[in-house]
C-alpha cells in the first residue's frame, strides 16, 4: 500500500471512530431511548440473522450494512431508489459479487426479485423516507406492501426472519408517522403467517422457525 493510501485510510478510521463515540455519547445522553447506535443495530442483525443466507435489503443509504452483512451472507440485494446513493452503492460493491444493488421502490421490485429466491432468507426492511437526501416515494414507508409480497413468496423459501427497523415509528396517530401501519399490524402479519414475534432495540422480528 502506497503512503497516502495508508494515511486516508487512516483517517477514514479516526472519522469512523469519532462518529460511533459521538453516537453513543448521544444515546447515554437520551438515556439509551431508541434509536441505538447503528453499529448495535448491525451487530444485533448479526447474532438473529440465519447464518450463510439470502439477505434482502430494503433501502441502501450509504452501503454500510449491505457490506457489513455480505461479509457472512450467501448473497445480498439491496435495493435504494434515490439516485445518487443507488450509483454510490453500485461504484462501491462494483467488484463484490455477493452484493447485488438494486435501483427503484421496494415495492415495484419485490414483485419481480422474490419469486427468483429460495432457500434461507434474512429481510431487514429499512426503506423509508428518513429526510435529507432520502427518497420520498408515494408513502413514506411501503412495509405494507413489503410484507404482502413476502407472504406471496413464503412458500418457495426455507427458513425465514423478517426484521423491520424503527418500531418506535410504528403509530400513525403522530403526524410524522401517517404512513406507517400501526404496530399491531406487524404483530397480527407475524401471526397470521405463523411466525414467532419480538421486539429488541427498536427492531421488530420475526421468524418461522
Ligand atoms: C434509514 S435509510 C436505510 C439505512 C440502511 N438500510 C442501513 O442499514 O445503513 C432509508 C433508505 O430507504 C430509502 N427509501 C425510501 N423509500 C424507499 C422505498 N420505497 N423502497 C426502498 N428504499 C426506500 C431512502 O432513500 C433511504 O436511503
Known amino acids: 500500500m502506497f503512503l497516502k493510501d495508508w494515511i486516508a485510510d ?3 478510521s479516526r472519522r469512523a471512530e469519532r ?3 459521538g453516537e453513543v455519547r448521544a444515546w447515554e445522553e437520551r438515556r439509551y431511548a431508541s434509536p441505538s447506535p447503528s ?8 447474532r438473529l440473522g440465519i447464518p450463510n443466507a439470502t439477505w434482502v435489503e430494503t433501502g441502501t443509504f450509504m452501503g454500510d450494512t449491505a457490506a457489513m452483512l455480505a461479509t457472512v451472507a450467501s448473497a445480498v440485494y439491496t435495493i435504494e431508489p434515490e439516485n445518487k446513493l443507488y450509483q ?7 467488484h463484490d459479487s455477493t452484493v447485488h444493488a438494486l ?5 415495484d421490485i419485490f414483485p419481480t426479485l422474490l419469486p427468483t429466491l429460495s432457500g434461507d432468507i434474512n429481510f431487514w426492511l429499512d426503506g423509508h423516507y428518513s429526510g435529507g437526501i432520502t427518497h420520498q416515494g408515494p408513502t413514506d414507508c411501503p412495509v405494507r406492501d413489503e410484507l404482502s409480497n413476502i407472504s406471496a ?7 425465514v426472519v423478517v426484521m423491520i427497523d424503527d418500531v418506535r415509528c410504528f403509530n400513525p396517530s403522530v403526524p410524522e408517522y401517517k404512513d406507517y401501519p400501526d ?9 397470521t403467517n405463523g411466525m414467532r414475534w419480538h421486539i429488541e432495540h427498536d427492531i421488530f422480528f420475526c421468524r418461522n422457525f
Open 88 to 94: 454510490s452503492a453500485a461504484a462501491r460493491f462494483v
Open 183 to 191: 404496530i399491531n399490524y406487524l404483530v397480527d402479519w407475524a401471526r
Open 103 to 107: 435501483h427503484g421502490l421496494s415495492e
Open 19 to 21: 462518529g460511533l463515540r
Open 10 to 12: 487512516f483517517r477514514a
Open 153 to 159: 413468496n413464503l412458500k418457495n423459501f426455507s427458513r
Open 39 to 46: 453499529h448495535i443495530k448491525r451487530s444485533v442483525l448479526l
